[in-house]
């Protein structure tokens, strides 16, 4: 027989396991912008390796305050290593852009080098949720396994989020993905 004290220990349980708050899951996600006429690039391409800024690597997404506080959400997180999912969404952006079926993200096969090779530091992707978001990379397009540099580029864009919620947030680092990789491809294709 249960006595009263365990039926309430029992039905606390319950009820602060029914309050819990969700779990949301997000992915970054390549651009459906029209593309370059497939094979419009004579060249295979590698896109990495990609460096996110250190306060990045979270499984939980990352915001900024005014000040140097991190916000990093315990609920809001990512579906899989942040590093690989900008780099697959560059690739996938830029074979696209290119009109190239050759890219290939970082790591790739070392007997299969590709000819061209996308290197990235992200110095800054991020900002306050309801304000302005900001990616701030350098890269550098290489060939002959990096022996040569072809162009070396820094870029910094920013973005408005449309309200303060993760979502947007999220929407908002996606956007300035896709600029970037827009960005890359005209560096890239103008390199030929």
């Given at each position: 027989m249960?006595n009263?004290?365990?039926?309430?220990?029992l039905l606390?349980?319950l009820f602060?396991?029914?309050?819990?708050?969700q779990t949301?899951?997000y992915?970054l996600?390549?651009s459906h912008?029209?593309?370059?006429a497939?094979?419009?690039?004579p060249f295979?391409?590698?896109v990495?390796?990609?460096?996110?800024p250190e306060?990045?690597?979270?499984?939980?997404?990352v915001s900024y305050?005014?000040?140097?506080?991190?916000n990093v959400?315990?609920?809001?997180?990512?579906a899989?290593?942040?590093?690989?999912?900008?780099?697959?969404?560059l690739?996938d952006?830029?074979?696209?852009?290119?009109?190239a079926d050759a890219v290939?993200p970082?790591?790739?096969?070392?007997r299969?080098?590709?000819?061209?090779q996308v290197r990235?530091?992200?110095?800054e992707?991020?900002?306050?949720?309801g304000?302005?978001?900001?990616?701030?990379a350098?890269?550098?397009?290489?060939?002959?396994?990096?022996e040569k540099?072809?162009s070396t580029?820094?870029t910094?864009l920013?973005?408005?989020?449309a309200?303060d919620?993760?979502?947007?947030?999220?929407?908002?680092?996606n956007q300035?993905?896709?600029?970037?990789s827009t960005?890359?491809a005209?560096?890239?294709?103008n390199q030929?």
């Amino acid at each position: 027989m249960i006595n009263v004290k365990s039926l309430s220990l029992l039905l606390t349980l319950l009820f602060s396991a029914c309050s819990a708050p969700q779990t949301h899951f997000y992915a970054l996600h390549a651009s459906h912008e029209p593309g370059a006429a497939p094979g419009s690039y004579p060249f295979s391409l590698g896109v990495g390796p990609v460096f996110l800024p250190e306060s990045m690597n979270q499984p939980g997404v990352v915001s900024y305050t005014p000040g140097q506080e991190v916000n990093v959400s315990t609920y809001h997180i990512w579906a899989g290593y942040l590093r690989e999912n900008v780099t697959r969404v560059l690739a996938d952006n830029l074979s696209l852009m290119l009109g190239a079926d050759a890219v290939w993200p970082f790591p790739w096969d070392n007997r299969m080098r590709p000819t061209r090779q996308v290197r990235i530091v992200i110095e800054e992707m991020g900002g306050e949720r309801g304000k302005n978001v900001t990616l701030q990379a350098k890269w550098a397009l290489v060939a002959d396994n990096g022996e040569k540099v072809l162009s070396t580029q820094r870029t910094r864009l920013v973005l408005a989020t449309a309200n303060d919620s993760h979502e947007a947030y999220i929407q908002a680092i996606n956007q300035l993905l896709n600029q970037l990789s827009t960005q890359m491809a005209s560096v890239i294709r103008n390199q030929q």
